[in-house]
């Protein structure tokens, strides 16, 4: 394919992958009002939903250092699960991403080039249903023998 062709074919992959991210931010606002001001049931439904649509979850442990103090703390990544091919979109408890990726060779993924990325910040609403869904994780880690 030309390179003007490869323009023209990122151009509309664009336009399709920023209306979806539109529609699942919209949808996540929509899950964090039900766990911020639904009931019990609504908040637990919510959050059974978002991990419904999630594929990889990545966990780690942090330390902060500061005066006087010394804490670790556990930072969970989501990776949501997309049809039509979507990239997948990368959300933390303060951000959600997705990178567009051109793969010169399909055998190696590992080269594959970012050639547009997007970042935003979580509305509120999106990071009250963050906090409840690591909180719930957090909660049948507990459980577990």
């Known amino acids: 394919m030309s390179e003007r062709g ?9 336009k399709v992958v920023y209306e ?3 529609c699942c931010i ?13 009931t019990e049931s ?8 978002f991990l419904g649509k999630t594929f990889m979850i990545i966990k ?17 990544t989501f990776y949501l699960d997309l049809p039509d091919l979507l990239p997948p979109i990368q959300i933390t408890p303060y951000s959600m991403r997705i990178n567009i990726c051109h793969l010169e060779d399909e ?9 547009c990325e997007w970042e935003w910040e979580l509305p509120p609403e999106v990071r009250a ?8 994780i957090s909660m049948l880690e507990e459980q577990l023998p």
Do not use: D, M, P
Not at 26 to 38: A, C, P, Y
Not at 42 to 49: N, R, S, W
């Open 20 to 22: 979806h991210a539109k």
């Open 107 to 115: 055998e190696v993924v590992e080269e594959a080039r970012v050639v």
């Open 6 to 14: 490869l323009e023209e074919l990122l151009k509309e992959r664009k």
């Open 42 to 49: 609504e908040g637990k439904q919510a959050i059974l939903e």
């Open 26 to 38: 919209n949808w996540l606002i929509e899950l964090g009002n039900k766990v911020e001001s639904g």
């Open 129 to 136: 249903l963050i906090i409840a869904v690591t909180k719930y």
């Open 60 to 76: 780690e442990q942090h330390f902060c250092h500061g005066l006087g103090f010394h804490e670790g703390i556990t930072l969970y």
